[in-house]
């Protein structure tokens, strides 16, 4: 299926977005993260410390949600985004500097493209011996932008 150019813009196009998971009681935990989409395997990838919230949750919960917005204070009609649902995995639980050889292929080219979309914080903050690589496989993307909406789903 082809995704419409509005999302890839805001997905390709911006830096962060909200993460939500929640644990086996259904109580929703939201979290801004850095991340990358990754159009060919419709994923998106992003890196967290192993002992968050986030990943407790995943544990429990692989079902997950996040958002992507563009905000506009003078006219809320002219807000965009968008909202994917889908499973999340946690790629390592070990240190991401002792990936195996297959991992680090599988993952080298989104690993570098993260690194060099944000090397600014990479080098304020190194990645840590907790860090791990989460997924999201995505199974639904909704775009808006105000009051109007589009859906695609996927595999």
């Known amino acids: 299926m082809k995704i ?3 999302m890839l813009n805001i997905l390709y196009g911006n830096y962060f ?8 009681n259904d109580q929703p935990h ?6 990358i989409y990754e159009e060919p395997l419709q994923k ?13 949750n995943l544990i429990e919960n692989p079902n997950v949600s996040m958002t ?3 905000r506009d204070t003078k006219n809320p009609f002219n807000n965009e ?9 946690i790629t390592e639980r070990g240190p991401i500097y002792f990936l195996s050889e297959e991992t680090l292929q599988l993952y080298r080219d989104i690993y570098l493209e993260f690194k060099g979309k944000y090397q600014a914080v990479i080098e304020n903050r190194p990645l840590g ?3 791990v690589i989460v997924q999201i496989k995505i199974k639904k993307m909704v775009y808006w932008k105000g009051p109007h909406f589009k859906s695609v789903k996927l595999g």
Not at 17 to 24: F, K
């Open 4 to 6: 419409p150019d509005e």
């Open 17 to 24: 977005g909200y993460v939500c998971t929640s644990d086996r």
């Open 30 to 35: 939201i979290t801004p993260v850095f991340f």
């Open 44 to 56: 998106i990838f992003f890196i967290t410390n192993d002992r968050s919230k986030k990943v407790k």
């Open 68 to 70: 992507v917005d563009i």
């Open 81 to 89: 985004g968008v909202m994917v649902q889908g499973t999340a995995e």
């Open 129 to 131: 011996e907790n860090d």
